[in-house]
C-alpha cells in the first residue's frame, strides 16, 4: 500500500516530508520519492528500494529553502519496483507533480486520448496518464483547481493523491476516493497524508477527508471543496490522542485486527476492474492456454485458499485440480504428464522456501506455473511463467488474514474466467451455474461482498468477544466443516493454533466417526461450519454426532436454520461458495479475541516468522 505525505508550512519541507514518509515506511514499500519546488520548477527525486536511497539523492540536492513540498513511498501493485515507476510522476510540460494511490482503471483510454494529443509516457503506472489528464484539462480550464476537478471527475477507479504546480510553489492540492488520505491543521502548517502517524509529531489536529473531497492547501490557509461543483464543505477538525503505535494500527489494538478489517477494502480493491457484466477480467492469464488440469501447491494458509479454490475450479471452470502442500510436493515423484497441466503456486510473501522449491521443479519438469502473490517482483512471481497479483497491500501481522480473502477472490474470478473459456461440451449441463443471468447473478453478488461485509464486521466482532470469554479455558477444539467449509474448517483450526496455542484440529466432518469422535467430551468443543448449503443436512447429522457424546458446539450459521447448539453463531447469507467470504472473517475474529483475552502476542506469535524462507 503506497504511502503519501504532502506538506505546506514554515519549516524546511522535504525533513519534514522524509520523516513523515519514515513514518508510514510499516506499510511496505519498495521504491520512494519526493518533489519540492525550486526557482519556479519543480524538483523530483526518487529512488528504488529503501528510503536511504532517496534520502542519499537528496542530500545532493539544495532543499533547505522549499517549504512545501511532497513525499511517497509506493508498493509496487501493477508496474514493477523501478525508478521510472516511482512516484513523483510529472507531466509532460513539467509543471505538475502528482504523488498517487490506488488504481485508475481507464488510465488505457485516458493514455490513448492523451497520446493522440501528443503526450508521452516513461513509464507504465496510470499516475502518469492522470497527471498528464490534468495538464491537459489545465488548458482548457481557468485555473488548476477546476482542472484538477475536472481531470478527477473523468477517472474510474480509486485513489488518494495529492499535486504540486510550479507555478504556486506554496500550494498543495489533495483529493481522495475510495483510498484513505487524512488533512492535518497546524499552527502556520498544513498536511496530508495516507495516515495519521506521518505527521503526528506535529500535529493531533486532524480532518479524514471523504470520497469526492478536494483540498487546497497552504501554510496559512485551507477549503476542503466538493469534487462533483466545488462547492466549500465545512469539516471541524478532531483531536487524536492516539501514541505513534496505536496510530500506525489505525487505532485498533493490533496490526492483525487492523487487517481483517481491511478485507472489505482488499474484495474492493481485488474487483476493482475486474468485472465485466458476465465475466472475469483476468488479461494476465490472456496469453495462457486454459489448464487441462491444475496441480495447486502451496503451505499453510495459502494452502488453504487452494483448497477452496479448487471448489471453484472444478465446478465452475470443470478444471480437475489437486491440491498439494509444497513441502510435499517438492519431494514427491509428482506426474507432469500433459503439455496443458498447470502448476499454480500461492504465496503472500512469494519467498516461501518450499513453495519456491516446488515451483522450480515444477519449471524443471517443463510444466507452467503460474503464480499467485502479494509481494510484487517476489522471487516466486519472478520465477513463475506467469504471475497473478492479490493487491492486498502488505500483511504486518505475523497470522495471515486478508491474504487469505484476497486469494480466494482472485481463485474466484480465475474459476469465473476459465468456465468461459473452456469447450462448451467440458462444461457439466447439470449444473446452471454458467446460465447467462447465472452470470450476472454471481458478479452482482461479487460486486456486493464488500459493503456486506463492511458493514456486517462489527457485530461479527462483538460475537467473537462474547464467545472468546465462554470458550478461552478449552485446551482442546475440533473445526469441523464439509465441501469448501472443509479449508475454511482447517484454516479456523489453524488460526487457534497460532495465535493462542491451543490445540485445534480441522476435519472434514464426515471423517469424525472414521476415529477422531473418540476425543470428545464435555470438555473438547467443537465449532462448527453449518452455513445454507446442499451438506447442511449432513453438517447437523454430525453435529448430532458430537452432542451425543456431551461436547459443546459453536455453529457458524445462517438464519433461518434449525440447528439446536449451545452457541449459535448466524452471519449473512450468501449462496456457497461465497458465504465463505463471511465466515472467513469470522473465524479469524474468534481466533483473535480468544488469544488478546488469552494475554498472547497476537501479531508475534512464539516460534513463528512471517516469511518461511527457509526449509
Ligand atoms: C498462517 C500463515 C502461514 C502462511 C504460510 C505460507 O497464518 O501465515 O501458514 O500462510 O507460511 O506463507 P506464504 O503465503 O507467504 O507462502
Known amino acids: 500500500m ?34 519540492f519546488a525550486r526557482q519556479g520548477a519543480l524538483r523530483i527525486v526518487r529512488a528504488k528500494g529503501k528510503l536511504a536511497a532517496l534520502e542519499e539523492k537528496l542530500a545532493q540536492e539544495p532543499v533547505a529553502t522549499a517549504t512545501c513540498a511532497m513525499g511517497h513511498t509506493r508498493w509496487a501493485t501493477h508496474g514493477i519496483p523501478a525508478e521510472r515507476n516511482a512516484h513523483p510522476h510529472c507531466s509532460n510540460d513539467a509543471a505538475i507533480a502528482l504523488v498517487h494511490n490506488g488504481i485508475i482503471e481507464n488510465y488505457q483510454e485516458i493514455k490513448k486520448e492523451l497520446a493522440e494529443k501528443g503526450h508521452v509516457f516513461h513509464s507504465e503506472t496510470d499516475t502518469e496518464a492522470l497527471v498528464n489528464l490534468i495538464a491537459e484539462r489545465r488548458k482548457s480550464e481557468k485555473d488548476l483547481l ?62 479524514f477527508l471523504e470520497d469526492g473531497e478536494i483540498v487546497r492547501a497552504t501554510a496559512t490557509s485551507y477549503e476542503i471543496l466538493r469534487l462533483e461543483d466545488l462547492r466549500p464543505i465545512i469539516h471541524e477538525p478532531q483531536t487524536i490522542l492516539w501514541d505513534m503505535q496505536a496510530a ?63 471448489h471453484l475450479l472444478e465446478h465452475w471452470a470443470r478444471i480437475p485440480a489437486q491440491v498439494e502442500i509444497a513441502s510435499e510436493f517438492r519431494y514427491r515423484e509428482s506426474l507432469l504428464l500433459n503439455r496443458d497441466d498447470m502448476v499454480l503456486v500461492i504465496s503472500q510473501s512469494g519467498e516461501t522456501a518450499d513453495t519456491l522449491a516446488a515451483l522450480r521443479r515444477a519449471r524443471k519438469q517443463g510444466a507452467m506455473v503460474l503464480g499467485l502473490c502479494n509481494v510484487v517482483g517476489s522471487s516466486i512471481a519472478r520465477e513463475a511463467s506467469a504471475a497473478l497479483y492479490t493487491q492486498a497491500g502488505p500483511e504486518i501481522s505475523v497470522a495471515s488474514t486478508k491474504a487469505m480473502c484476497s486469494q480466494m477472490l482472485m481463485l474466484a474470478l480465475m474459476a469465473l474466467y476459465w468456465s468461459e473459456r473452456k469447450p462448451a461440451d467440458n462444461i457439466d449441463q447439470t449444473s446452471a451455474a454458467f446460465a447467462p443471468e447465472q452470470r450476472r447473478l454471481l458478479i452482482a453478488l461479487l460486486e456486493s461482498l464488500p459493503a456486506l461485509l463492511d458493514a456486517h464486521l462489527p457485530e461479527m466482532h462483538e460475537n467473537a468477544r462474547g464467545l472468546s470469554r465462554k470458550y478461552a479455558d478449552a485446551n482442546n477444539f475440533f473445526y469441523l466443516g464439509r465441501g469448501h467449509c472443509f479449508p475454511l474448517a482447517l484454516e479456523g483450526a489453524l488460526k487457534l493454533k497460532e495465535l493462542s496455542y491451543i490445540h485445534a484440529e480441522g476435519y472434514a466432518a464426515g471423517e469424525m466417526k472414521h476415529g477422531p469422535i473418540a476425543l470428545i467430551d464435555t470438555l473438547f468443543p467443537t465449532f462448527a461450519l453449518a452455513l445454507d448449503d446442499a451438506l447442511f443436512p449432513k453438517v447437523k447429522s454430525n453435529i448430532v454426532e458430537v452432542q451425543a457424546r456431551q461436547g459443546k458446539v459453536i455453529a457458524l450459521t445462517n438464519e433461518g436454520l434449525d440447528l439446536t447448539v449451545d452457541d449459535r453463531w448466524v452471519i449473512p447469507s450468501l449462496p456457497a461458495p461465497l458465504s465463505a467470504f463471511m465466515a472467513l472473517p469470522a473465524l479469524q475474529l474468534f481466533s483473535y479475541e480468544m488469544a488478546d483475552y488469552l494475554g498472547k502476542d497476537v501479531d508475534q506469535p512464539r516460534n513463528l516468522a512471517k516469511s518461511v524462507t527457509v526449509e
Open 248 to 310: 500506525q494500527k489505525g487505532g485498533y489494538r493490533h496490526f492483525m485486527l487492523k487487517e481483517i478489517f481491511e478485507q472489505p477494502r482488499v474484495l474492493a480493491d481485488g474487483l476493482a476492474g475486474r468485472l465485466t457484466a458476465e465475466n472475469a477480467l483476468l488479461p494476465e492469464l490472456d496469453a495462457l492456454p486454459v489448464p487441462g488440469k491444475l496441480h495447486i501447491v502451496a503451505c499453510g494458509t495459502s494452502w488453504h485458499s487452494g483448497l477452496w479454490g479448487r
Open 2 to 35: 503506497c504511502g503519501i505525505i504532502g506538506y505546506a508550512g514554515h519549516r524546511p519541507a522535504v525533513p519534514v516530508v522524509m520523516e513523515g514518509l519514515r513514518r508510514l515506511e510499516y506499510r511496505g514499500y519498495d521504491s520512494a520519492g519526493a518533489a
Open 146 to 207: 477546476r482542472a484538477f476537478a475536472v481531470a478527477l471527475r473523468e477517472v474510474r477507479g480509486a485513489y488518494a493523491v495529492c499535486l504540486m504546480h510550479c507555478e504556486e510553489p506554496e500550494t498543495i492540492y489533495a483529493a481522495r476516493l475510495s483510498c484513505p488520505l487524512i488533512f492535518g491543521v497546524g499552527a502556520g502548517e498544513h498536511f496530508v497524508a495516507s495516515d495519521i502517524p506521518a505527521f503526528l509529531p506535529y500535529t493531533r489536529q486532524v480532518i
